[in-house]
């Protein structure tokens, strides 16, 4: 049964709030194929269609857009991921995507005070110098306003909202139900993989509620960046923060979507800007594994002296040593046009399950590095080839791990804004010295030792757990223990099917058996009867008719293509 599937009755009231509002907006045909509708009506909650219509005269983008701020923080955070991820949707979608905001209001401050005086142990103005009512900005999960401690230091609190966490895990859980839902009842959805997506998407939000983790993410970067005196990150005040709330130094400076404000005659070079950004944000992904996922001019601020401040580590992304090294492999590739060395990258992260695609995949990835063949470095856009290439990847219905995905963002985002500050701005060039630095630095003696002793220290583990495992097989195979597990999607399918059929036979006995028992039945005389009828008999013969339907319907459904399904 759907409901059992959906939940338990606590949360039928948020179904019916979703289907009402993909309704209005136009995707009622959407909730009828998920069954959402039938068994919310059995439930005892009447779906309203009137409205269906009112907004199919906007574009899908925008329909979604509007439904995602609707259905709340959520629903919005999962639309703003989703703009990240150019390798799933197209152009269209993303820009849409983009404009997503939260129309959320500040909580008040009294609302607000019983969970700080949890948090910080005493009245806000009692713990600070100077606490600010009104809140400096406020977005669906947290609110943030500035203060002064004890000691003058001027900081930003950052507040998360009383009760949102429970309203999110509620959500969480029904989206991952949808996307099962989904995954199995609409086939055009399968290549996205929807229920992979709601688990990676739930993974980052439960990350962002936690404030604490963000100022940790902070520091980590703060320490990468501890010889680069032009980077500034927030210094984090830990005596007032915790999972709900952060503390950290005020950043005062020009925000980079405010550029109209940057004064030449106050000593900003904007071309240096542009440079240190490129540079430090390559730092983070290329050298240190471990980057500012969200890089929008919101989140960059500009300070006298040509340095540049980054806030609001809530999101950020993580490559292994291994995902680090396809990754230089795969910029050196673009940077340097080198096809065959994109092409390999690309494959790799592909997969090998494709089938014949790959191949067509490679030739149209060597097709499209090599019209940049003899391109000077400077007038290579590395943000354009990145998004064209996801492109490629989403035409063959491939997509991108997730951490790759936020990283193609980032740089795409990057380069954005390095053209803002200025126009001649080139990533290519901007990327190249780091890139070749790297690569060098991977081949130095020291490097390569250090490898090949980890290497070592690998392959002895492995020799020293090789008796106790081939120990263990030997003795489950002697007690009959020992088991081979062959997965094949195929006979997975067969198996389905038979099973399927299987129960339709049962049926179909059992609809044999009532029409011959209510058959004998119905010659003997005596007992209560319906319509003349003895009543039994013809109980039996409703019950064989109704079981008869249920079998024509099941067969009827079968029968019909799989993408009508």
């Given at each position: ?41 059995r439930a005892g909650h009447i779906v309203k269609w009137e409205h269906a219509a009112d907004l199919a005269r906007l574009e899908p983008p925008v329909q979604v857009r509007l439904a995602l701020e609707e259905l709340g923080p959520t629903f919005v955070k999962l639309g703003q991921i989703l703009a990240g991820r150019a ?132 520091e980590r970067v703060a320490d990468n960046f501890a010889q680069t005196p032009h980077v500034v990150i927030p210094r984090v005040h830990w005596a007032h923060t915790s999972e709900r709330i952060n503390t950290q130094d005020l950043i005062e400076g020009i925000p980079g979507e405010r550029l109209d404000l940057l004064p ?302």
């Open positions: 049964m759907l409901l059992e599937t959906l939940g338990a009755a606590r949360e039928i009231g948020r179904i019916n709030e979703i289907a009402g509002v993909l309704i209005r907006h136009g995707f009622g045909d959407t909730v009828r194929r998920l069954g959402l509708a039938d068994r919310l009506e390798d799933l949707l197209g152009p269209e979608w993303i820009a849409e995507l983009q404009r997503l905001h939260s129309q959320v209001p500040a909580v008040p401050l009294d609302d607000l005070r019983p969970q700080l005086r949890e948090d910080l142990g005493d009245e806000p103005e009692n713990v600070f110098a100077r606490f600010d009512v009104e809140p400096l900005a406020a977005a669906s999960i947290a609110q943030v306003h500035r203060a002064q401690l004890k000691d003058g230091s001027e900081v930003v609190v950052k507040i998360r909202r009383p009760g949102i966490r429970e309203v999110i895990e509620a959500d969480l859980r029904l989206l991952d139900r949808l996307a099962a839902i989904a995954e199995a009842d609409l086939p055009s959805l399968k290549p996205f993989h929807p229920r992979q997506l709601v688990r990676e998407f739930a993974r980052s939000l439960r990350r962002e509620l936690d404030l604490a983790a963000e100022c940790h993410n902070a030449t005659d106050a000593g900003f070079d904007r071309t240096l800007l542009a440079q240190r950004g490129a540079r430090a944000v390559l730092k983070m992904i290329v050298e240190d594994g471990f980057f500012h996922a969200d890089p929008h001019p919101g989140n960059v601020f500009y300070l006298p002296g040509n340095r540049i401040a980054f806030i609001d580590f809530g999101m950020v992304g993580s490559l292994s040593p291994l995902r680090r090294e396809e990754l230089l492999h795969l910029l050196l590739g673009l940077v340097t046009r080198d096809a065959q060395a994109v092409a390999t990258v690309l494959l790799d992260w592909a997969g090998d399950d494709h089938g014949q695609s790959l191949s067509q995949l490679e030739t149209e990835i060597e097709a499209f590095v090599d019209q940049y063949h003899g391109t000077p470095l400077a007038q290579l856009n590395l943000g354009e080839m990145l998004a064209r290439i996801t492109a490629l990847l989403r035409e063959h219905h491939l997509t991108l791990p997730s951490d790759l995905a936020m990283l193609i963002k980032a740089f795409i985002s990057l380069e954005g804004m390095g053209r803002g500050l200025d126009p001649g701005f080139h990533m290519a060039t901007e990327a190249m010295p780091l890139l070749q630095e790297v690569a060098r630095a991977r081949y130095q003696p020291g490097a390569i030792a250090a490898r090949g002793w980890k290497t070592l220290l690998r392959a002895l583990r492995l020799a020293e757990q090789l008796p106790h495992d081939v120990s263990r097989l030997l003795r489950n195979a002697r007690r009959g223990h020992l088991r081979v597990s062959i997965e094949v999607t195929h006979l997975k399918r067969v198996g389905d099917q038979l099973d399927r059929a299987a129960n339709r036979l049962a049926m179909a006995l059992v609809i044999a058996a009532l029409i011959i028992g209510s058959s004998i039945v119905m010659t003997v005389r005596g007992g209560p009867t319906l319509f003349g009828l003895p009543v039994f008999g013809f109980l039996g013969f409703c019950g064989a008719v109704a079981c008869a339907l249920w079998l024509v319907r099941a067969i009827w459904r079968s029968s019909r293509p799989q993408d009508d399904a």
